[in-house]
């Protein structure tokens, strides 16, 4: 019963470089999102996705895409890393109205 | 655009102290307002609610809303160390789609000592 799957848990990249969070997961749902947590500011949406082929942006979206090509995965892709970006990630999904369930969440290092 | 405050942002309590956590909004369309509480890691679900002042309870803990005001709270009695936690209020619209947009209040560090 895997639920969400994040990966990477931790990463440090240098600025300028890119790289792609991946979230996948086994729940079937329609809804998944990608938020990131900074001290004070709680979660804030950067993409979501209703759908396979769906995506939108959200709150903070500059500086980040994502792509939804199966129901299962939704990755996110940072084009060129900044040292605002450091932050811990969230990915999460959910069925309809119902309540959130979140990935396990990645710690994302700019230098 | 759609509003969640918490309070307070941070609170130390003693084991066995009652604690009530605040949370107001200002959200287009209210569906819904959900606590979750983070540990370590990944926030885990506590409570849903979307009537006014229907009390929903597990264990020590216990929500309720406030439509009318706008507000709910979080009270948690007999704390424990195992409380010590970012407890995480969020609001959902109606939004565009029949999905809502669920936007999420700063949090409340609660740090419980033995």
């Known amino acids: 019963n895997a639920g969400v799957t994040q990966t990477p848990k931790f990463q440090v990249l240098k600025t300028g470089q890119s790289m792609t969070l991946q979230c996948a997961q086994d729940?079937?749902?329609?809804?998944m999102s990608w938020y990131r947590q900074d001290p004070g500011m709680g979660l804030r949406l950067i993409h979501y996705s209703v759908g396979a082929g769906i995506t939108d942006q959200g709150e903070v979206p500059n500086g980040y895409n994502v792509s939804r090509s199966t129901t299962e995965d939704f990755p996110l892709r940072l084009l060129s890393a900044a040292p605002s970006q450091t932050s811990v990630y969230f990915c999460a999904s959910r069925l309809g109205n119902e309540k959130l369930f979140f990935g396990s969440g990645t710690q994302l290092s700019v230098l | 655009e759609d509003k969640v405050v918490q309070s307070p942002l941070s609170l130390v309590v003693h084991e066995g102290d009652t604690v009530t956590l605040n949370c107001s909004y200002e959200v287009t369309n209210f569906r819904s307002l959900l606590w979750y509480k983070q540990e370590k890691k990944a926030p885990t679900f506590l409570f849903m609610l979307?009537?006014?002042?229907i009390e929903k309870k597990s264990g020590r803990l216990s929500s309720i809303l406030d439509k009318k005001e706008l507000f709910s709270i979080l009270n948690i009695t007999a704390t424990q160390t195992g409380d010590s936690a970012i407890y995480l209020c969020?609001?959902?619209?109606?939004?565009?789609?029949?999905?809502?947009?669920?936007?999420f209040g700063q949090g409340t560090i609660l740090t419980v000592h033995p």
């Open positions: 729940m079937n749902h329609e809804y």
């Open positions: 969020a609001v959902k619209n109606a939004g565009g789609t029949s999905y809502g947009k669920l936007t």
């Open positions: 979307t009537s006014s002042g």
